[in-house]
């Protein structure tokens, strides 16, 4: 889990340098981290799917160069994973 939330805060960073396409690599590497991350995780688990609906928003963003809205989805990404199941 902690090597996901650090691909995740270095592509937030990332975005907002606005260095797009080092923010897609961090996503793709967070993306082939989540399923194992939240299977490893104890306890109750965030959804993969609204986690992997904000990667996808994040990426869509990055390709358009649109570095507040790539942010703004890494950021409730990141949340959720932090938080956990209902509190994102």
């Avoid at 396409?21 to 399923?35: N, Q």
Wanted: proline share 5%; hydrophobic share 40%; no cysteine.
């Amino acid at each position: 889990m902690n090597e996901l939330l650090q691909q995740l805060r270095e592509a937030r960073l990332r975005a907002t340098a606005n260095e797009m396409s080092k923010v897609k690599g961090h996503i793709e590497e967070a993306l082939e981290l989540l399923d194992d991350a939240l299977t490893q995780r104890p306890g109750p688990k965030p959804s993969a799917r609204a986690i992997r609906g904000y990667l996808d928003e994040a990426r869509v963003a990055a390709t358009k160069a649109d570095s507040r809205s790539a942010v703004s989805a890494l950021d409730e990404a990141i949340l959720a994973l932090e938080q956990g199941p209902g509190t994102g």
